[in-house]
């Protein structure tokens, strides 16, 4: 099963708000709502921002929220600020066979 | 909290087999309804899953990798381990372990990563 798709990147001026997408399929994004989004710095490990498509766990900013639409899920962060600046990952349920898929990855710029 | 820790050689001959642990410090992995996992990154790449060991000792491998790899749980260390044989410089990359939540792919939280290299 393929990667999800993801761009490769994005960019955004302090304060401004930015939507990450990631396209998979019906077999993953759309059939099932476990969509998880990651945050990864320079040489560190990921980090969990979204779970089950829109939850955060305790301790993640507001400024991270999480929709579905179809076969893709997207991560929009308000307010951007200089610490938001990561790749950020995807990551869906992907039924019995492959069970777990991640994005490519998208490389956030704060401008 | 619940803290993991890889640990294992950074340098392996290809042909052999790459052995990593983790370690999970702050919570029993025997208990509780949680999924530990591995997952591995190449230089400059996206994330590759890997596969789980469930808490009652069930594993799932990732169909492309399935043929090479064993996940094993060592409760009494309060370890799981990964091997990964026949190893070739494809293999190269940074490697975490993640614990996963009731969804699989709620991962949460990592270790911090362990680079491991296949190079003669």
């Known amino acids: 099963q393929s990667a999800l798709t993801q761009p490769a990147s994005v960019s955004g001026s302090p304060g401004q708000s930015i939507t990450i997408s990631c396209t998979g399929t019906?077999?993953?994004?759309?059939?099932?709502?476990?969509v998880s989004w990651y945050q990864q710095h320079p040489g560190k490990a990921p980090k969990l921002l979204i779970y089950?498509?829109?939850k955060r766990p305790s301790g993640v900013s507001n400024r991270f929220s999480g929709s579905k639409s179809a076969n893709t899920a997207s991560l929009t962060i308000s307010g951007l600020q200089a610490e938001d600046e990561a790749d950020y990952f995807c990551?869906?349920?992907?039924?019995?066979?492959?069970?777990?898929?991640f994005g490519g990855g998208t490389k956030l710029t704060v401008l | 909290q619940v803290q993991l820790q890889e640990s294992g050689p950074g340098l392996v001959k290809p042909s052999q087999t790459l052995s990593l642990t983790c370690t999970v410090s702050?919570?029993?992995?025997?208990?509780?309804?949680?999924?530990w996992n591995w997952i591995r990154q190449h230089p400059g790449e996206g994330l590759e899953w890997i596969g789980y060991?469930?808490?009652?000792?069930?594993?799932y491998y990732t169909p492309s990798l399935k043929s090479r790899v064993t996940i094993s749980l060592d409760t009494s260390k309060n370890q799981f381990s990964l091997k990964l044989n026949s190893v070739t410089a494809a293999d190269t990359a940074v490697y975490y372990c993640?614990?996963?939540?009731?969804?699989?792919?709620?991962?949460?939280?990592w270790g911090q990563g362990t680079l491991v290299t296949v190079s003669s």
């Open positions: 702050g919570g029993s992995i025997s208990s509780g309804d949680y999924y």
């Open positions: 089950v498509g829109s």
């Open positions: 990551c869906s349920y992907a039924g019995s066979n492959t069970l777990v898929i």
């Open positions: 019906s077999s993953d994004v759309g059939s099932f709502n476990l």
């Open positions: 060991i469930y808490y009652s000792g069930s594993t």
């Open positions: 993640a614990r996963g939540g009731s969804t699989i792919s709620d991962l949460d939280p």
